[in-house]
């Protein structure tokens, strides 16, 4: 197919997109139509990573499902193009785009909690913070990120890393179903017992194969007060932190999840002045269990060396979730680039003590995920996730405030990137993927699973309907 020209794209979705065409849409649509001009147009085209500035050319704030049939239909038959909006927390921007429509599903915030069940039905509008809200209200919680402003729907479909992963696994692991409006507007519910294809597809895959309208997860008892928080180390001695930490974490029951960030300390509420803008190594922990439980296997931690900060102390665990927030705002300019490790090598250690702190800018980091336990426990072809045989997810985080700086620190990122990939399983997390093109896609599935996503694709979007994502090609 010849690609159109950017300025016959303008003009035939300034036609699909009149006047008349809005009215007709009105008629099945209850939410709101933001075009541009609107009041609220610059504020509903926002995105958390502020270095993505598209302009669609209607936003469709969905109430419901009944809405997303109607925007899915009314798009199919202009042939627009259309991003799907849960919490719009992408770092690649894939939830809005340049002329199209934005199918906004940030209005959908229904959550039914069942107690004694231990499930949640939750609509795909709902940020984890407003989850685990509901949920600690009875002491359960589902797996879910590690900023409560992420949107429940991206992460859980891209897999799910969090706070609970190695005693619960990930967020999809945690799905028992779905609703889905397909690409041709129908409407069906995917679970091990119906369309069990796209059940399968639906947990790490993604996007891909239609929107998401809601989740049944599984609960699990957690908290509501669990042992948790960081321990800060001077960055010059982050050789010996960071070998300490893989000795440490060899034994570490599933219970614990650890993270490292590798940073300046920024200036958080729940870190003393003296340590702001320090460069420091941060242990972040969680121990989904009982305090008391929970004491003697973080003991070995906080007796290490001289940290210069130790907050790890029985907390409610919906404060833990919201402890890295303030480092993660709404707004700054956000550039990643990822690798799963099978194991944090004596290279790679060096590698990272060398170069995490040569960035420009305060907010960026280099972070360092724990999985294994249930994550590596469960079927690797039972879901589309891949790979659960690493033992880290390493992320590294341009983040700036001013534009200027952009080049230097995604040119730091890269770099640093690229001394690290020689370590690499060859997999990465879909949800730490940014702009970066069909080979980097195909590297987060490997190629079997990656072929079974296209067989998956072409049944249900052979069109590529839903292609603003990290894009099987069908």
Known sequence: MVARSALETERRNATALDDAALADLAQHFRGELIRPGHAQYDTARAIWNGA?????????????????????????????????????HNVAGTAVCDGGLVIDLSPMKGL??????????????????????ETQAFGLATPGGII????IAGLT??????????????????????????????????????????????????????????????????????????????AAKAREVLRFYRDFIASAPDELTTIVVLRMAPPAPFLPQSVHG???????????????????VVAPLRRFGEPLVDLIRPTPYVSHQAMFDPTAPHGLGYYWK??????????????????????????????????????????PEGSAFEDRRAAHAVNIDAVWSEPARASGCTTWTRELWEAVRPYSTGRVYVNFLGDEGQDRVRAAYGDAKYERLRALKRKHDPTNFFRLNQNIEP
């Open 157 to 234: 479909l891209g897999g799910g890393l969090g706070w609970l992963m190695r005693r619960h696994g990930l967020a999809a692991d945690n799905v028992l179903s779905a609703d889905v409006v397909t690409a041709d507007g129908d409407f069906l519910r995917a679970s091990a017992a119906e369309h069990a294809d796209l059940f399968w597809g639906l947990r790490g895959g993604g996007g891909n194969f239609g929107v998401v309208t809601s989740f049944e997860y599984r609960l699990h008892r957690v908290g509501p007060i669990v042992l948790a928080g960081v321990m800060l180390y001077p």
């Open 112 to 133: 039914w909690v069942d107690p004694a069940g231990r499930t949640a039905r939750a609509q795909a509008g709902l940020l984890w913070g407003e989850v685990d809200r």
């Open 52 to 88: 993505i500035d598209r302009r669609p050319g209607l936003v469709a704030r969905c109430t419901g499902s009944a809405d997303v049939r109607a925007a899915v239909r009314f798009a199919r038959e202009r042939d627009l193009l259309v991003a799907v909006r849960g919490g719009g």
């Open 278 to 296: 320090q460069p420091v190594v941060v242990i972040g922990a969680c121990y989904a269990g009982s305090v008391e439980e929970g004491e003697p």
């Open 338 to 379: 990822s690798e799963y490790v099978p194991s944090l090598s004596d290279a790679l250690m060096d590698t990272l003590a060398d170069r995490a702190w040569t960035v420009g800018t305060p907010e960026s980091y280099t972070i360092i995920f724990h999985l294994g336990g249930a994550v590596g426990r469960q079927d």
């Open 148 to 151: 409560t402003h992420t949107g």
